[in-house]
T-cell receptor
Framework: SAVISQKPSRDICQRGTSLTIQCQVD?????MFWYRQQPGQSLTLIAT?????????ESGFVIDKFPISRPNLTFSTLTVSNMSPEDSSIYLC??????????FGPGTRLTVL | KNEVEQSPQNLTAQEGEFITINCSYS?????LHWLQQHPGGGIVSLFM???GKKKHGRLIATINIQEKHSSLHITASHPRDSAVYIC??????????FGQGTRLTINP
């Protein structure tokens, strides 16, 4: 299995500011995924982060708004930039353990005022 | 039309009842996942299925590939089973496409 931790667990931020969310995995994984869950909605994939290469963003998400770092095989960050109230969501990272299943972090609950 | 549809969207039952949540999908998949999300937001993977049936404790998941349909069953339901249950499919690229979730409430 894989144990994933995220920091912060929750935050309240002012519009126009940026927040960086950290995701730490207890084992080396090739691919990490960042998801967003807006209030009352299901999860939407923001981007896939591979170590040593640029993240691959899904339609509707851009690097300027959601820059991602992946410095090694156990760690990634997602920054939510120039935040607005519409960015209020739960942000989750996940990893896929080959032949097993997908593991999710506990999520970061973001509120933008 | 969403690629993954769940029913019902909301389900309230009494403790001890047998629960069924359904998931239909319209795309080719490599696997189907059932996930559980508690109020705090964290998600736990319950099952990953590519065929047949899996059982874990009081939870049973089945999939019919020909009909593109899966069900999640909970036997002898308990208030601690109250959560949002999410069906998701993967299409070989490890990315998941999610259903909208089923909010289950089990009353004592």
């Amino acid at each position: 299995s894989a144990v994933i931790s995220q920091k912060p667990s929750r935050d309240i931020c002012q519009r126009g500011t940026s927040l960086t969310i950290q995701c730490q995995v207890d084992s080396q994984v090739t691919m990490m995924f960042w998801y967003r869950q807006q209030p009352g909605q299901s999860l939407t994939l923001i981007a896939t982060a591979n170590q040593g290469s640029e993240a691959t963003y899904e339609s509707g998400f851009v690097i300027d708004k959601f820059p991602i770092s992946r410095p090694n095989l156990t760690f990634s960050t997602l920054t939510v930039s120039n935040m607005s109230p519409e960015d209020s969501s739960i942000y989750l990272c996940s990893v896929w353990v080959t032949g097993r299943e997908q593991f999710f972090g506990p999520g970061t609950r973001l509120t933008v005022l | 039309k969403n690629e993954v549809e769940q029913s019902p969207q909301n389900l309230t039952a009494q403790e001890g009842e047998f629960i069924t949540i359904n998931c239909s999908y319209s795309v080719g998949i490599s696997a189907l996942h059932w996930l559980q999300q508690h109020p705090g937001g964290g998600i736990v993977s319950l099952f990953m299925l590519s065929s047949g049936k899996k059982k874990h404790g009081r939870l049973i998941a089945t999939i019919n590939i020909q009909e593109k349909h899966s069900s999640l069953h909970i036997t002898a339901s308990h208030p601690r089973d109250s959560a949002v249950y999410i069906c998701a499919v993967s299409q070989g690229a490890q990315k998941l496409v999610f259903g909208q979730g089923t909010r289950l409430t089990i009353n004592p």
